[in-house]
């Protein structure tokens, strides 16, 4: 299948629906012409509130609205999917690597001392360090992180299934507007094969517990990530006309050895994560159109102890003599 893969000008917006070449930060803006969402949005949506969707949301000019932190755990999903996509080049491309023997930040004292031309030796170094690495526009991860990475990377390469499941072409945008809302789909799985697989790349802690397929299906369920592979099925066939052969995950342990699992999602769990895309879809539509994001306290709560407890306390009560 001959697929064209766009590149954007600069300051382009998507206007027509296809595959694109653009930089993560620019899929998750307002890259289009009109409204965009992406899945991360669509399942917000369906498993928050949308005052919490909206509190973050690029469309919002609240001044006063909030950013989303940018974890560790974030950092690193990012540094990987560079890794798939073009090694350890590719994540030094994007990630400034901090040396584990760095010197501590300097204090507010230690600034204040070198300020008034009084500065320690040590804070100078600390100080023109931190200055070095904070002036530069890349993320930035650890020597240690980077070293996870490559292991992973590693660990990858080591397994059959992995190398044909990442055997596509990775981080493509495909863009296409719903018909129902108007709203602009936005869905960038980390590898799309155009002979008809999608698929996405998770990185799993298991913090304990064993890494096996009952922690992946864990973590889908967790965080909908049948709703991500479900919107990236959907925007491959409305844009190839052809539906995917195939839709998974593949899931590897930050543990060593870095094991993987590939896990498949099936045309029923599909059709369910479409049916909760689509919900959220309209969703989102109303509340822009309203302007109004409902939030988790608008209705007020009434507690009530659950049956079994309340006959217990009511036991408790009757032995005492005080029971109502």
Same mark, same amino acid.
């Given at each position: 299948?001959?697929?064209?893969?766009?590149?954007?000008?600069?300051? #382009?917006?998507?206007?027509?629906?296809?595959?694109?070449?653009?930089?993560?930060?620019?899929?998750?803006? +307002?890259?289009?012409?009109?409204?965009?969402?992406?899945?991360?949005?669509?399942?917000?949506?369906?498993?928050?509130?949308?005052?919490?969707?909206?509190?973050?949301?690029?469309?919002?000019?609240?001044?006063?609205?909030?950013?989303?932190?940018?974890?560790?755990?974030?950092?690193?999903?990012?540094?990987? $999917?560079?890794?798939? #996509?073009?090694?350890?080049?590719?994540?030094?491309?994007?990630?400034?690597?901090?040396?584990?023997?760095?010197?501590?930040?300097?204090?507010?004292?230690?600034?204040?001392?070198?300020?008034?031309?009084?500065?320690?030796?040590? $804070?100078?170094?600390?100080?023109?360090?931190?200055?070095?690495?904070?002036?530069?526009?890349?993320?930035?991860?650890?020597?240690?992180?980077?070293?996870?990475?490559?292991?992973?990377?590693?660990?990858? +390469?080591?397994?059959?299934?992995?190398?044909?499941?990442?055997?596509?072409?990775?981080?493509?945008?495909?863009?296409?507007?719903?018909?129902?809302?108007?709203?602009?789909?936005?869905?960038?799985?980390?590898?799309?094969?155009? &002979?008809?697989?999608?698929?996405?790349?998770?990185?799993?802690? =298991?913090?304990?517990? =064993?890494?096996?397929?009952?922690? !992946?299906?864990?973590?889908?369920?967790?965080?909908?990530?049948?709703?991500?592979?479900?919107?990236? !099925?959907?925007?491959?066939?409305?844009?190839?006309?052809?539906?995917?052969?195939?839709?998974?995950?593949?899931?590897?342990?930050?543990?060593?050895?870095?094991?993987?699992? =590939?896990? #498949?999602?099936?045309?029923?769990?599909?059709?369910?994560?479409?049916?909760?895309?689509?919900?959220?879809?309209?969703?989102?539509?109303? !509340?822009? &159109?309203?302007?109004?994001?409902?939030?988790?306290?608008?209705? =007020?709560?009434?507690?009530?102890?659950? &049956?079994?407890?309340?006959?217990?306390?009511?036991?408790?009560?009757?032995?005492?003599?005080?029971?109502?």
């Amino acid at each position: 299948m001959s697929i064209e893969i766009r590149t954007l000008e600069p300051g #382009e917006k998507i206007s027509e629906p296809g595959f694109y070449n653009i930089p993560l930060d620019v899929h998750h803006s +307002q890259c289009c012409e009109g409204v965009s969402v992406t899945s991360g949005v669509l399942r917000r949506m369906e498993q928050e509130y949308p005052g919490d969707v909206w509190a973050f949301h690029d469309l919002n000019t609240d001044p006063d609205k909030f950013t989303r932190e940018d974890t560790d755990a974030l950092r690193l999903g990012r540094a990987m $999917a560079a890794y798939i #996509e073009g090694g350890a080049d590719e994540v030094e491309a994007h990630f400034y690597v901090l040396p584990d023997n760095r010197p501590n930040r300097p204090t507010r004292q230690q600034l204040a001392a070198i300020k008034e031309g009084r500065g320690s030796k040590s $804070a100078m170094t600390s100080m023109s360090f931190w200055k070095e690495a904070d002036n530069d526009p890349r993320d930035q991860i650890t020597e240690s992180q980077f070293q996870l990475i490559q292991d992973m990377g590693k660990g990858l +390469q080591r397994d059959p299934a992995a190398a044909a499941i990442l055997g596509g072409i990775p981080e493509v945008t495909m863009a296409w507007q719903d018909q129902r809302t108007g709203i602009w789909c936005l869905s960038r799985p980390d590898q799309v094969a155009f &002979d008809g697989f999608v698929g996405d790349y998770k990185k799993i802690s =298991p913090q304990g517990q =064993p890494f096996d397929h009952a922690l !992946c299906y864990r973590a889908i369920e967790k965080h909908r990530y049948d709703m991500q592979i479900a919107f990236a !099925c959907e925007g491959f066939e409305i844009l190839t006309r052809h539906q995917p052969n195939a839709a998974g995950l593949l899931f590897q342990s930050d543990r060593r050895p870095h094991f993987c699992i =590939p896990i #498949e999602i099936g045309e029923e769990e599909i059709a369910f994560g479409t049916f909760h895309n689509h919900k959220s879809l309209r969703r989102f539509k109303e !509340c822009l &159109d309203a302007g109004y994001w409902p939030e988790p306290g608008e209705q =007020p709560g009434y507690f009530h102890w659950s &049956d079994e407890k309340r006959q217990q306390i009511l036991d408790e009560m009757q032995t005492a003599g005080v029971a109502p």
